[in-house]
């Protein structure tokens, strides 16, 4: 069977505090799904990242600088997952040509970041690409892909399918003046349009839906491919 990449957003490990609960709750559902595939696992910055970015920002430090701070924030973050996770790496790779070689050794391999410029949601889709997988997860904060930001419009619609040209439209829409904050970035679209990467954009916390993708179920979540 092909291996999973899962995008485990940061918004859902690191918010006011560390989500352990839900790290628990992850790591059982990984254990219930022994019969499926192997699983690499990028982990986001979540609060964390951006506590130290927000504040940094105001003294105008280098963005590259920002950019790094904010990968060090996702690797403290994947090797916390990591440590409640079985059949894994413990040591997390800063690079997808290091993470791929150890897909060969663990079950799962947990990595952050890997350089300035890339989100994680980015090293995601890299790593789908390097290691074969069809199917990326994008496990975050809301349950799907919307006409405009869930949180912010009230009345926004959300999508059950969109094309790869759909999503980066949507996605280059509404990063125009807007601040981060985008359901994926188009680097990551950009590069599972051209692996065909199959993309289910969910609701991280809610195990049913990533167990609904291994099966092949329809999920309530967005599927872009
Ligand atoms: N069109 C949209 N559809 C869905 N969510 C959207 C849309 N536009 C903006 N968003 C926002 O994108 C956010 C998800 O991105 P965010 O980067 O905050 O989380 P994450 O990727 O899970 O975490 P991290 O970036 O820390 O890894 C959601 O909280 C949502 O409010
Ligand atoms: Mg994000």
Do not use: W
């Amino acid at each position: 069977m092909k291996p999973i990449v899962i995008s485990l957003g940061g918004s859902i490990i690191s918010k006011e505090t560390l989500e352990l609960e839900f790290i628990q709750k992850f790591s059982r559902m990984l254990k219930n799904t022994e019969k499926f595939d192997k699983f690499g696992i990028v982990v986001g910055g979540g609060r964390l990242a951006r506590t130290y970015i927000s504040s940094l920002k105001e003294y105008n430090i280098n963005d590259n600088v920002l950019d790094e701070i904010g990968i060090n924030a996702t690797r403290m973050n994947a090797l916390t997952v990591s440590t409640f996770l079985e059949g894994v790496n413990s040591k997390i790779p800063t690079t997808v040509n290091d993470a791929s070689e150890l897909v060969a050794v663990y079950r799962h391999v947990v990595m952050g970041g890997t350089e300035p410029g890339h989100t994680t949601d980015t090293v995601a889709t890299l790593l789908a690409e390097r290691i074969g997988a069809r199917t990326l997860i994008n496990a975050t904060s809301v349950d799907g892909v919307y006409s405009d930001d869930p949180k912010k419009v009230k009345n926004a619609r959300k999508f059950d399918h969109l094309s790869y040209d759909e999503a980066i439209k949507l996605a280059v829409d509404k990063s125009i003046g807007a601040g981060p904050n985008v359901f994926m970035d188009i680097t990551a679209l950009n590069i599972a349009k051209r692996s065909k990467l199959k993309v289910c954009v969910i609701d991280g916390t809610n195990m049913e839906e990533y167990e609904k993708v291994m099966e092949g179920k329809s999920i309530s979540g967005t599927v872009i491919e």
